[in-house]
Each structure stands twice: as C-alpha cells, then as structure tokens.
C-alpha cells in the first residue's frame, strides 16, 4: 500500500539458485519504503489473506508460462536432466500443487513457509543493493540500522552434490544421424 501511494511498486521472482526481491518508491518516500522492505525479512507477517493473493498469482503467471516455448524448453532441459539432482524438479508450481494438495494432507501451508523462511533466510546468506539519491554514508547508515535485525544465522551457503548434467545426460560420446531430404 504505501509503495502504491507513493508512486512506487514491487515485485519478486525467484531464479535456479536465488530469489529475488525489489522496489521502487518516489526519492522522498525511500526510507520509509526501505524500512518496510527490511521488516519483510525481520518480520515477516505472512497473513492468510496475502499468502492466498500470492499463491493465486504464482498459479496465474504458471498458467501465462504454459504456452511460452522458452518456458516450455526450460522444462524439457530440466525433465531430461538427472533426475538425482535437484534441478531435475519442476520449477513452478500452481494452486493445486501449492495449496490445494497439500491442505488436503492436512499440511498448513503458511505454517511451511514460516517454517521455509525460518530456515533459510539468514543474512549472512542474503546480499542487498540499493539505488538512490541520497549519498553513499547515508544509504549505508539507513541499511545498517534498518536491516541490523535480519537474523544471522551463520547458515552454510546451500549446495548442491553431483551435476545436472551428466554425460549420460548430455549425450556426450552418442552419435545421433540425422537424415535431411
């Protein structure tokens, strides 16, 4: 709410090894704005009401990725990939696989991703960059205290055994003939 007051927005996404998050805000409503984003990793609230939002519109940009071929190949290099490595799994997911199954094995979906969260979010595993107009001991005084609060928990950077890709997987040694007429 306040982001959209101020002529601002925000979004996320989440990529193979990371996620993702950022805003933009009118120069004079970043502090305010910086203070809030640094709550959502101190504090975060994770009411039923916006869980269900979002978990709607991870369905919806999953059912925009259906038809999109860079999309569609992603997930044909991943499924064809090793499937002892994590990559191998689906990338996305929609309401089925995030909230109507598993509430239907009587898991508590919010109570899994404060659970997510309180496992793997840790500072020393986070990185923050910030833009804006004020000077660089400014910017840095207002992170070092808005963000002072984000939990380190000296947590291992994640790390994942084997490859994706063997040679088995890469056709590496394989002679395919391709005839063209």
Same mark, same amino acid.
């Given at each position: 709410?306040? !982001? ?12 193979? #090894? ?5 805003? +933009? ?10 203070? =809030? ?8 609230? @994770?009411?039923?009401? #916006? !869980?269900?939002?979002?978990? =709607? ?13 860079? /999309?569609?190949?992603?997930? !044909? ?12 799994? @689906? ?21 899994? @991703? ?18 804006? =107009?004020?000077?660089?001991? #400014?910017?840095?005084? /207002?992170?070092?205290?808005? @963000? ?12 994942? +055994? ?16 391709? +005839?063209? =007429?």
């Amino acid at each position: 709410m306040y !982001l959209a007051e101020h002529s601002g927005h925000s979004n996320a996404y989440t990529a193979s #090894t990371s996620t993702n998050y950022y805003f +933009e805000v009118g120069h004079e409503h970043f502090h305010g704005a910086l203070d =809030r984003f640094a709550q959502f990793f101190i504090a975060p609230l @994770f009411l039923a009401e #916006t !869980l269900d939002r979002e978990l =709607r519109a991870v369905d919806s940009e999953n059912k925009k990725n259906l038809q999109n071929d860079t /999309w569609r190949l992603h997930q !044909l290099s991943k499924s064809l990939s090793n499937p002892n490595h994590p990559y191998c799994h @689906f990338s996305t997911g929609n309401l089925q696989t995030l909230k109507e199954l598993p509430e239907k094995r009587g898991v508590n979906v919010r109570d899994e @991703f404060m659970k997510f969260h309180d496992k793997y979010y840790s500072a020393n595993t986070m990185k923050l960059v910030v833009l804006g =107009r004020e000077d660089l001991d #400014t910017l840095e005084k /207002w992170v070092t205290e808005l @963000f002072e609060g984000v939990k380190n928990k000296d947590l291992p950077d994640p790390r994942f +055994e084997g490859q994706p890709l063997t040679k088995e997987h890469l056709l590496v040694g394989h002679t395919v003939a391709v +005839e063209y =007429r």
